[in-house]
DNA sequence: GCGCTGTTGCAAGCGGATTGCAGCTAGGCG
DNA sequence: CGCCTAGCTGCAATCCGCTTGCAACAGCGC
């Protein structure tokens, strides 16, 4: 959870590419290290530490342990989707940017340079570097905001979390 | 913490005016209550609960549960800047949303509708009701940002977290 | 003043994350 | 192929922010 920021990305799709960045970078391949990227590289969108320690019957302090390493070599990012645990994802499919819908949980990704116009209006207007990787753009969804985001709807389309 | 979406605002800027919304809700004025609404409109911006509790020898949960209260009753919201706590601020100026530096933990507080073309814009794009009231826009200053992002400074120019 | 009910403080508990530590193992070296 | 050690692991304890259960207390309408 504390990664300093900006860590130079490393875009990997296979478990070979993210062994190889691991020896590169002279960390071991724990065998829970191997079912970790295993299990992050299956997974469909970003997964809680805690879904990731119980799926694979590992320990919650080595799997927080571990995420952090990866994190802090630039093989994961961490995205922080309202007010549950932090989400962990690969950065297979490169970096992302979200945006969280508080009524039903359901988080969008999109590419990074899809949101550089929005950031750069920001920056002229306030000089400000805006940033929706860490913390997504919060609200609601079309079907959200429609409801009058008093139907919460959590049952659907549930949260990408863990 | 988890006061359902969109509550009347019930925008006061004395003590009076705080207890005359809480009266006209059949809430009583217990002395906690008072010194909590004090403590509020004396503050220079959102405060945490824990810092109301401390300063004013208050229990921290009886701070919590009022602090929901009076959000329930559109006194008072809270905004999450960062990883800290919740902070609360009274309406007092008005509806706020919040630019959030990762750098130097710095809050701006920019009133909603200023925000309002920035919101159309994702609004267009992405059929997404953004707002930036209880998650801010998050990202690094001018400063921190041609500061490389590296040195945090989180000593300088500190949260106005509690 | 009396009594009803909202509110309070304490203590316990919960979820998410971090830390200290002793033991284990990956993998470089001979 | 086996040794050695630094990196890693699981366990247990701890922390932080927040919530909940509960018995006692105190606003405030009468």
Same mark, same amino acid.
């Given at each position: ?5 900006? &860590?130079?990305?490393? *875009? =990997?799709?296979?478990?070979?590419? @993210? *062994? ?21 590289? /299956?997974?469909?969108?970003? =997964?809680? %530490? ?12 080595? &799997? ?11 093989? =994961?990012?961490? =995205? ?8 962990? /994802? ?16 359901? /988080?969008?990704? &999109? ?10 209006? *920001? ?6 570097? /805006? ?5 997504? *753009?919060?609200?609601?969804?079309? %079907?959200?905001? @429609? ?12 949260? @990408?979390?863990?």
């Amino acid at each position: 959870m504390t990664v300093s920021h900006r &860590v130079e990305p490393q *875009i =990997v799709t296979t478990l070979d590419g @993210a *062994i190889a960045v691991l020896r590169s970078r002279g960390l071991r391949l724990s065998s829970t290290r191997r079912l970790m990227l295993e299990a992050l590289l /299956a997974a469909e969108g970003p =997964v809680s %530490a805690e879904r990731v320690a119980s799926r694979l019957n590992l320990d919650a302090a080595s &799997v927080h342990r571990n995420l952090e390493t990866l994190e802090r070599h630039g093989l =994961v990012r961490h =995205v922080h989707l309202g007010h549950g645990p932090g989400l962990y /994802a690969l950065l297979a499919g490169g970096e992302r940017e979200y945006l969280y819908c508080d009524g039903c949980g359901a /988080a969008r990704a &999109v590419p990074t340079k899809e949101l550089d116009p929005l950031r750069r209006r *920001i920056r002229e207007r306030y000089g400000f570097e /805006a940033r929706f990787d860490h913390f997504p *753009i919060v609200g609601l969804c079309s %079907a959200c905001a @429609a409801a009058g985001g008093e139907e919460r709807g959590r049952e659907l389309a549930g949260p @990408a979390a863990g």
